[in-house]
Nanobody, 116 residues
Framework: QVQLVESGGGLVQTGGSLRLSCAITGSMFDPEVMGWYRQAPGKQRELVASATVDFRLKYGDPAKGRFTVFRDNDKNTVSLQMTNLEAEDTGVYYC??????????WGQGTQVTVSS
């Protein structure tokens, strides 16, 4: 059974940095796409960043210039390095894995809180 296990969330001050990590277990194949979404209170879930199996990267507008996504196919992990965090980055961050068939898989979510 495929599971996504996230770590690295927490509380950080404005302008600080955090690194989120996600490990996939129970998978025999590399997902076509791995990445991160986030959901702020009262808002829809939105793309933060993603990486295809051949390392094509995609960033949501809020992440451009501040966040970097890393994917390791050997370890089946995807990480998100976040810098210069703002209060608007507060939310629950979800790891995402899409194998291109059926429904994508999601992690349980990790809370990121940016305080001023």
């Amino acid at each position: 059974q495929v599971q996504l296990v996230e770590s690295g969330g927490g509380l950080v001050q404005t302008g600080g940095s955090l690194r989120l990590s996600c490990a996939i277990t129970g998978s025999m194949f590399d997902p076509e796409v791995m990445g991160w979404y986030r959901q702020a209170p009262g808002k829809q879930r939105e793309l933060v960043a993603s990486a295809t199996v051949d390392f094509r990267l995609k960033y949501g507008d809020p992440a451009k210039g501040r966040f970097t996504v890393f994917r390791d196919n050997d370890k089946n992990t995807v990480s998100l390095q976040m810098t210069n965090l703002e209060a608007e980055d507060t939310g629950v961050y979800y790891c995402h894995a899409d194998y291109g068939i059926l429904c994508p898989f999601w992690g349980q979510g990790t809370q990121v809180t940016v305080s001023s």
